[in-house]
């Protein structure tokens, strides 16, 4: 959760604050509609009771030039591409939406910490065809788990803000099924629709 470094909300508590005496007048930019980061800005709007001026881009970048700008005031990005930002000034983070605090940016809370139950990752895996046999599906996860584990590509996923986590196609599949059902309930409340 970064925004523009003259927002006047410090911390996430104070933004709920500010969010709530100016409703709908703080513009959360997106990467468009149905991203992650729209979906994340509408989680949160659901769980603090703000309201918050949905923008919607085409594509990050888009968004994240517009928030260093100032025509936006808060944007729920990708550790990817707002951590260089946050090191070098040109935003601020208010709050890594992960379970602990980001080795990127130790000083920043979670947001978790100041709204109950909010935990989300930008994630990603990979898939085969269905009907891959499982050996295949087995050596495949193996050898992409024994990379995930070496230290140059934990070093590397570090450097982006990102933490490898690696599992068994079983947790992976239950993992998609619990974020269906999360994000089919929040799409649901938001009334979110993709044109």
């Known amino acids: 959760m970064v925004v523009h470094p003259s927002f006047p909300a410090r911390t996430v508590p104070e933004f709920i604050r500010y969010a709530k ?7 959360m930019g997106s990467q468009g509609v149905g991203a992650t980061g729209h979906l994340a800005g509408e989680w949160f709007k659901q769980l603090t009771g703000t309201d918050l001026v949905h923008v919607p881009y085409r594509g990050e970048t888009q968004a994240l030039n517009d928030l ?7 944007q729920f990005a990708t550790a990817t591409s707002a951590t260089p930002l946050v090191r070098d000034g040109r935003l ?16 920043v809370p979670v947001l978790a910490e100041f709204v109950p139950g909010y935990e989300l990752y930008g994630w990603g895996g990979m898939g085969v065809p269905k009907g891959t046999p499982a050996s295949i599906i087995n050596v495949l996860n193996a050898e992409i788990n024994a990379g995930l ?11 982006l803000g990102l933490d490898p986590y690696p599992v068994s196609p079983a947790e992976f599949a239950a993992f998609i099924a619990d974020e269906v059902e999360r994000w089919r309930i929040v799409v649901k409340k938001a009334g979110v629709k993709l044109d």
Do not use: W
């Open 21 to 27: 005496a100016n409703p709908h007048k703080i513009n």
């Open 92 to 107: 601020r983070a208010l709050a890594v939406t992960s379970a602990a605090r980001s080795a990127a940016l130790p000083d």
């Open 149 to 159: 584990a070496r230290a140059e590509v934990r070093t590397k996923y570090a450097e």
């Open 68 to 74: 260093i700008g100032g025509q936006t005031q808060v």
